[in-house]
């Protein structure tokens, strides 16, 4: 299955390999777990990674359901939707290629390279990198796509990825916990990076029970900044060991008077969004003058009521967050190496389960994030 001038561990690399593929757009029925699906060849530059585990998130269920499509103005349902579009249906407003191999938090041993890939990768631990880029015009945000978007991803035994979004990680934990850091945490910390969060600054996270809330608590502190956190009561302890310095009621009556009783301030200096939803406006009436707002979902709904007086007014500053630059993963596998974060795993279920992991993950009844480990023979 190698070409000639590729190298592989001396392990036996089947010409077949189990893998949830993904036929369409739709319901749950649209992924399909195979156990023939042909296992990829390492083209030039790539490496051929054996899936030790891959995490979930927000972008597999929204590309699955079209979500993205601007047709969709409700929330995230993990149902599909009728008024969708396939024509912009992906997270770049692109058509999606079918049949597609999703999952992007992949965590894997390199098996195989590919012409001109770096041998000495073989037998490694490494994360992927989600983005994919042109190389040549690495900043350009036109010539990006997404690990099981625009390629095939790690739903699967094998997946065969560029070598420069590889990045060998040395740590002591699971492979298990290591597919809760990708998606999530480089989210967070181009959501912190894009809003220029220092220690001087009050952090407002809603939904800090996901794990892009999660991560952008521990990523917060991490800088130095108060934090405070939004969720139900029932994951009030999950949540409070991330480290946030104030726990509230994920909807509060009056966040003002909330915010001031527990911080004895009735704002913040910036609120770090994935929810949106109905409660928006109430969230952005708490920035404080020449505050930010910074968003990279929209799990409770797209749209929001949004009075232009509270913008303009507060000399607020609104930001998105969705490509993240290049170096932001490198930086994220050192402070996972340096013990500076931790992970957040929820749960993990074997790859022919994907259907249940991913009806949990729909769920969020759990706190931080949920993977599918690939070792099951």
């Known amino acids: 299955m190698t070409t000639r001038s590729s190298k592989t561990l001396p392990e036996a690399i089947p ?30 530059g790539e490496v051929l990674l054996r899936v030790r585990a891959c995490g979930l998130n927000n972008t597999d269920v929204n590309t699955r359901t ?50 001109g890939a770096d041998a000495s990768l073989l037998g490694r631990r490494v994360l992927v990198d989600t983005w994919l880029r042109d190389w040549d015009r690495p900043l350009d945000l036109d010539r990006t796509g997404y690990v099981g978007s625009e390629c095939d991803g790690g739903f699967a035994a094998f997946c065969a990825v560029d070598q420069r979004n590889l990045h060998p990680i040395a740590t002591d934990l699971s492979n298990a916990e290591l597919a809760t850091f990708a998606t999530s945490y480089i989210t967070a910390e181009n959501m912190l990076n894009r809003a220029q969060v220092t220690a001087s600054d009050t952090v407002l996270v809603p939904g800090a029970s996901g794990g892009v809330g999660g991560a952008l608590i521990q990523l ?41 009783d527990a911080l004895g301030q009735d704002t913040v200096s ?63 596998v050192g402070y996972i190496e340096r013990g ?21 993950f729909i769920n969020k009844q759990h706190v931080g994030n949920i993977v599918v480990t690939c070792d099951e023979a």
């Open 15 to 44: 010409k077949t390999m189990r893998a949830f593929v993904l036929m369409g757009h739709g319901d749950l029925d649209q992924l399909h777990y195979r156990e023939d699906w042909p296992t990829p060849t390492p083209g030039p």
């Open 66 to 115: 079209a979500w993205y499509s601007k047709g969709v103005d409700e929330h995230t349902t993990g149902t599909g939707f009728d008024t969708a579009e396939d024509d912009d249906a992906t997270w770049g407003g692109a058509p999606l290629t079918f049949p597609r191999i999703q999952g992007a938090d992949i965590v894997g041993e390199a098996v195989a390279v590919g012409e």
């Open 220 to 260: 917060s502190k991490r800088r130095g900044a108060t934090v405070v956190a939004l969720c139900s009561s029932s994951k009030r302890d999950a949540v409070a060991a991330c480290g946030p310095d104030v726990i509230l009621d994920r909807a509060p009556a009056n966040l003002r008077q909330s915010l001031r």
């Open 270 to 332: 910036v609120v770090a969004d994935v929810v949106g939803g109905a409660g928006w406006s109430a969230l952005i009436d708490v920035i404080a003058r020449g505050g930010r707002y910074t968003c990279a979902g929209a799990i409770a709904g797209p749209m929001v009521d949004f009075d232009l007086r509270t913008f303009y007014l507060r000399d607020l500053t609104f930001t998105g967050a969705t490509i993240v630059p290049p170096g932001i993963f490198a930086d994220l």
């Open 340 to 360: 500076e974060i931790k992970p957040m795993l929820a749960a993990s279920y074997p790859l022919r389960d994907l259907h249940a992991a991913q009806q949990a």
